[in-house]
Nanobody, 128 residues
Framework: QVQLVESGGGLVQAGESLRLSCAAS????????MGWFRQAPGKERDFVGA????????YFADSVKGRFTISRDSAKNTLYLQMNSLKLEDTAVYYC?????????????????????WGQGTQVTVSS
């Protein structure tokens, strides 16, 4: 059974940093796309960032470019989201996702329907 478990969320002040982790179990995703999405109260689930199946390319939403980075530790089967300079509008539940397909097109990484496995989410709250 495949499981994705996020951790690292919490309450921080604007301008601070957090690192989210997503530990995968049940199979290896080292050669498959993985990504992060977030959902704020009353809003749709939005793309945050993703790592290509090869690990050589990252994709980010415009709202987080330059502030967030993604990395993967294949030995630990774990994906990370480093979030710096956090803003109030980054407050949301953050979800880790993994795909069963080696996505070819860049636009595919932004589409939640391209991901087959999801974590339960971790809350990130940024206060002023």
């Amino acid at each position: 059974q495949v499981q994705l478990v996020e951790s690292g969320g919490g309450l921080v002040q604007a301008g601070e940093s957090l690192r989210l982790s997503c530990a995968a179990s049940g199979r290896t995703f080292s050669d498959y796309p993985m990504g992060w999405f977030r959902q704020a109260p009353g809003k749709e689930r939005d793309f945050v960032g993703a790592l290509s199946w090869s690990g050589g390319r990252t994709y980010f939403a415009d709202s987080v470019k330059g502030r967030f980075t993604i990395s993967r530790d294949s030995a630990k089967n774990t994906l990370y989201l480093q979030m710096n300079s956090l803003k109030l509008e980054d407050t949301a539940v953050y979800y880790c996702a993994a795909s069963d397909r080696r996505l070819t097109y860049s636009r595919s990484y932004y589409n939640p329907n391209q991901y087959h496995y999801w974590g339960q989410g971790t809350q990130v709250t940024v206060s002023s």
